[in-house]
């Protein structure tokens, strides 16, 4: 779905902020792309629609160059949702902002109104139909934001630090919501620091730091590596840090909350 | 040594409502907060955590106006009574968005802005900037512009620049949201130190309780403009309920919690990986 | 845009730089009254122009100032044509040899040169000063603390609405916003998906802002003190007797006929 091939990327007058990245998010996969602040990841997820254009290498997207085609042709494919919500939101009533970007890629005024009351069914937002954006909580414009993206079904879905400020429930609905576009053949991306909300809820993450990919592959299986963790600026799971400390103990638990309460209960059994 | 002090802060029958908005925001809040502790606020979005933080240096209701009832008494003084520029001297306040409460053009003149208000000789000026950028260990970012600094750095300058005015309660609201787990941690340690080393009493909102549960003192969860309860985290945190009302538990108290209930005694609930292992441990790891 | 890059500080350690604000506020006012009460024809105006470029030099801001010239230049042509065919039209549009000619066409560029002039000067003058000093300096001056602020204030957020504006426009552009589409005016109307947002989270953002300021007690004491006082030294008060002596024995000559006006 979306190719990078040794992508390097700079500013003009300053240094590289990518520095050689190859990677591949397969048709249908559900991949979060991990690292610190300033590691590089909102740049590199701007080349996947065409912001961006590579300084070298190369961006293929669902088989197009990115340096190609147009953000407008690229962002029907790819959807970007922002960080801030407050960075987009612009119209009247929650009804017009989902409808924009759906009237930017010509769609008939019939199938605006259906896709823009579905969206907003579906993301528990139609009670806010004609009210102003500005006037709702920082979660409910999130979830505008992301309805206004997600109205006109792009294949791709990338949402660069969805769990930021938001409370657990949120997150879990959040998480909910992701799951349901992988099951329905989406593939979604998303960009954050949040360990744990990757660790619960992601099955492949890439880790990126410093503008370089660190590694890539099972979520569970790059988040138990400490010395991978240490040197990218990241902290283990609370989940992984229960687990390596539990295997000092000779317990080696699946990574699940359940299977950790099972192995402690029948430790307690066994010893007098 | 805590309890002989009068109280920090305390609130009494708090109730607000922003103007222009039909509900109230806080709901009869009752909270008494000792010198020297660390509290933390926590609760879900919209509960009432950012409107309270405003409440204890008296930006509400002084600037923001509204219906306000009952009192808030900061150090023996109620906020009605004293304007805010008076309770900014024993309360400082960092706010979330690390960047917008960070408006002057160098770090060393964003942390004396506050002493200069006060209209402190020079030399004094001088030497508490000083004071504080050693204290947060930021003196390296001395003549940098605000904006050119990470979200780690900013929210450092901008306790720094409290911590100056030498504030015997500092208030964070959502310090580390929009930071990335390293500075989040690095902020979160430099407050700890701020508390333990001056002892400024510590109120801190806070979301991702896995971070902070264990350097806290007391907690406050609040729900819908209330105080649900407030107390020793481990003994607040240790409830079904908690999980109910949408606060994400530590997963070692939540796994603690699942042991409870198949019978497995649990007599200090963890709020570490380690203090949950040691469950199973018996002692013989040590 | 170029103007406005004249107006930017550059960090430099000249002496220019490291004069008075108040010192080089004598030479603007100073050049100034020369350029537009004093003298009136191109000749004079000439010789006040080439009279800043050694201060550029010194301060280490030519090549800045020659862009802010470029982008000036634009504007003093459109001033130079404007005068010079009201005045033709005044005078019914004559032949190029003509004396009357002469007449319209020297008094236009004049206008023109007296732009480019006042441009370079107050060029020079925020190319060399940092905005917090010239703060200080309006603050020394009597001015109300606030209005100083203020500018400050508007100085110091304008690389993050810079950054700012650059992220809602890729927000915009990644909901399918075609900036370059349509006609004249559709291209107007497609900045407001921009300007909005802006707008509004500058509003939330000049919230905040008075929130932190109040926090830290602004406005407790009438008596602000500042941690740096401006201090108006020798070679200040030198450089501004020098413009001063230069300037009045300009506006003698003048006066007595021995320049021209």
Same mark, same amino acid.
């Given at each position: 779905m979306i190719e990078v091939q040794d992508l390097w990327f700079r500013y003009p007058e300053s240094d590289y902020v990518l520095k050689g990245i190859s990677l591949e998010v397969p048709r249908q996969s559900y991949v979060?792309?991990?690292?610190?602040?300033?590691?590089?990841?909102?740049?590199?997820?701007?080349?996947?629609?065409?912001?961006?254009?590579?300084?070298?290498?190369?961006?293929?997207?669902?088989?197009?160059?990115?340096?190609?085609?147009?953000?407008?042709?690229?962002?029907?494919?790819?959807?970007?949702?922002?960080?801030?919500?407050?960075?987009?939101?612009?119209?009247?009533?929650?009804?017009?902002?989902?409808?924009?970007?759906?009237?930017?890629?010509?769609?008939?005024?019939?199938?605006?109104?259906?896709?823009?009351?579905?969206?907003?069914?579906?993301?528990?937002? *139609?009670?806010?139909?004609?009210?102003? $954006?500005?006037?709702?909580?920082?979660?409910?414009?999130?979830?505008?934001?992301?309805?206004?993206?997600?109205?006109?079904?792009?294949?791709?879905?990338?949402?660069?630090? $969805?769990?930021?400020?938001?409370?657990?429930?949120?997150?879990?609905?959040?998480?909910?919501?992701?799951?349901?576009?992988?099951?329905?053949?989406?593939?979604?991306?998303?960009?954050?620091?949040?360990?744990?909300?990757?660790?619960?809820? %992601?099955?492949?993450?890439?880790?990126?730091?410093?503008?370089?990919?660190?590694?890539?592959?099972?979520?569970?299986?790059?988040?138990?590596?400490?010395?991978?963790?240490?040197?990218?600026?990241?902290?283990?799971?609370?989940?992984?840090?229960?687990?390596?400390?539990?295997?000092?103990?000779?317990?080696? $638990?699946?990574?699940?909350?359940?299977?950790?309460?099972?192995?402690?209960?029948?430790?307690?059994?066994?010893?007098? | 040594m805590v309890s002989a002090l009068p109280p920090a802060v305390i609130f009494e029958q708090v109730?607000?409502?922003?103007?222009?908005?039909?509900?109230?925001?806080?709901?009869?809040?009752?909270?008494?907060?000792?010198?020297?502790?660390?509290?933390?606020?926590?609760? $879900?979005?919209?509960?009432?955590?950012?409107?309270?933080?405003?409440? %204890?240096?008296?930006?509400?209701?002084?600037?923001?106006?509204?219906?306000?009832?009952?009192?808030? %008494?900061?150090?023996?003084?109620?906020?009605?009574?004293?304007?805010?520029?008076?309770?900014?001297?024993?309360?400082?306040?960092?706010?979330? *968005?690390?960047?917008?409460?960070?408006?002057?053009?160098?770090?060393?003149?964003?942390?004396?802005?506050?002493?200069?208000?006060?209209?402190?000789?020079?030399?004094?000026?001088?030497?508490?900037?000083?004071?504080?950028?050693d204290l947060l260990g930021i003196a390296h970012l001395r003549y940098r512009a605000p904006y050119e600094l990470s979200g780690g750095e900013q929210q450092k300058v901008a306790i720094a620049s409290c911590i100056a005015m030498r504030p015997k309660v500092l208030v964070l609201d959502e310090p580390t949201a929009n930071l990335d787990p390293l500075s989040a941690k690095s902020v979160l340690d430099v407050v700890y130190a701020l508390n333990k080393k001056l002892g400024v009493t510590v109120i801190l909102v806070e979301h991702r309780l896995e971070m902070i549960s264990h350097l806290a003192s007391k907690l406050v969860v609040m729900y819908r403009g209330e105080v649900l309860t407030q107390g020793p985290p481990r003994k607040v945190l240790f409830s079904w309920k908690i999980l109910e009302i949408g606060v994400g538990l530590p997963k070692p108290l939540l796994i603690a919690l699942m042991l409870a209930e198949k019978g497995f005694p649990i007599e200090a609930p963890p709020l570490l990986p380690e203090e949950l292992v040691e469950l199973v441990a018996g002692g013989e790891e040590r | 845009m170029r103007v406005f890059e004249g107006l930017y500080y550059v960090k430099r350690n000249t002496a220019m730089h490291r004069l008075d604000p108040r010192a080089k506020l004598v030479y603007v006012l100073c050049i100034t009254i020369l350029s537009t009460a004093v003298f009136h024809t191109a000749l004079p105006m000439i010789m006040l122009f080439i009279s800043v470029i050694p201060l550029a030099v010194e301060g280490r801001v030519l090549r800045r100032l020659l862009s802010t010239l470029r982008g000036g230049a634009m504007l003093a042509a459109f001033i130079f044509i404007f005068n010079f065919i009201g005045r033709l039209w005044n005078i019914g549009f004559v032949s190029p040899s003509s004396p009357e000619f002469l007449e319209a066409l020297m008094p236009s560029l004049a206008m023109a040169l007296r732009f480019l002039t006042l441009i370079a000067t107050f060029s020079i003058f925020f190319l060399t000063t940092s905005p917090d000093d010239f703060a200080q300096a309006l603050v020394q001056m009597r001015l109300p603390y606030d209005y100083a602020l203020t500018f400050t204030m508007a100085m110091r957020f304008i690389p993050t609405l810079a950054r700012e504006a650059q992220i809602v426009a890729d927000a915009q552009k990644s909901r399918g916003l075609e900036l370059e589409k349509g006609g004249f005016m559709q291209r107007i109307r497609n900045y407001i998906p921009i300007l909005v947002p802006l707008i509004v989270s500058s509003f939330r953002r000049a919230e905040t802002i008075a929130d932190a300021m109040e926090s830290r007690a602004f406005g407790a004491s009438k008596k602000r003190s500042f941690l740096y006082m401006l201090r108006f030294k020798l070679s200040d008060t030198l450089f501004s007797a020098i413009c001063i002596a230069i300037t009045a024995a300009i506006i003698w000559l003048r006066l007595s006929s021995f320049l021209p006006p």
């Open positions: 979060a792309i991990l690292g610190e602040n300033g590691a590089g990841k909102t740049t590199l997820v701007k080349h996947f629609n065409g912001l961006l254009k590579p300084t070298r290498g190369k961006v293929l997207v669902c088989g197009l160059d990115t340096r190609e085609h147009s953000v407008a042709s690229l962002a029907r494919r790819v959807g970007l949702v922002f960080q801030n919500p407050d960075h987009q939101l612009f119209a009247n009533t929650v009804y017009e902002e989902v409808a924009f970007a759906l009237k930017n890629f010509g769609f008939p005024e019939e199938e605006v109104k259906r896709r823009v009351e579905a969206i907003l069914a579906e993301l528990e937002l *139609d009670r806010y139909r004609d009210r102003s $954006p500005f006037l709702l909580s920082m979660g409910e414009r999130k979830r505008v934001a992301l309805a206004s993206v997600l109205c006109y079904e792009p294949d791709v879905l990338v949402l660069d630090e $969805p769990t930021t400020g938001q409370d657990h429930k949120q997150k879990e609905k959040l998480a909910e919501l992701l799951q349901r576009l992988v099951d329905k053949g989406k593939t979604v991306v998303v960009v954050t620091h949040d360990v744990e909300f990757v660790a619960d809820h %992601i099955p492949i993450s890439i880790i990126l730091s410093r503008g370089q990919i660190r590694g890539q592959g099972k979520t569970l299986e790059l988040l138990s590596n400490e010395d991978l963790l240490a040197e990218t600026f990241l902290f283990p799971p609370q989940l992984t840090a229960i687990l390596w400390k539990l295997s000092k103990l000779g317990l080696h $638990p699946a990574p699940s909350v359940e299977e950790v309460v099972e192995a402690m209960l029948q430790a307690r059994r066994q010893s007098p | 109730s607000y409502k922003y103007p222009r908005s039909e509900e109230y925001s806080l709901k009869k809040v009752n909270l008494r907060i000792e010198q020297g502790e660390f509290a933390v606020i926590t609760g $879900p979005s919209g509960c009432g955590k950012s409107t309270l933080c405003k409440c %204890i240096n008296g930006l509400i209701p002084h600037s923001y106006g509204g219906t306000f009832k009952g009192k808030v %008494i900061v150090h023996g003084k109620c906020t009605l009574e004293h304007p805010v520029y008076e309770l900014a001297q024993l309360v400082g306040l960092v706010f979330q *968005d690390p960047e917008s409460q960070l408006f002057c053009s160098t770090v060393e003149k964003e942390i004396a802005f506050g002493l200069e208000n006060l209209g402190l000789p020079r030399e004094e000026i001088l030497a508490r900037v000083e004071e504080a950028l | -």
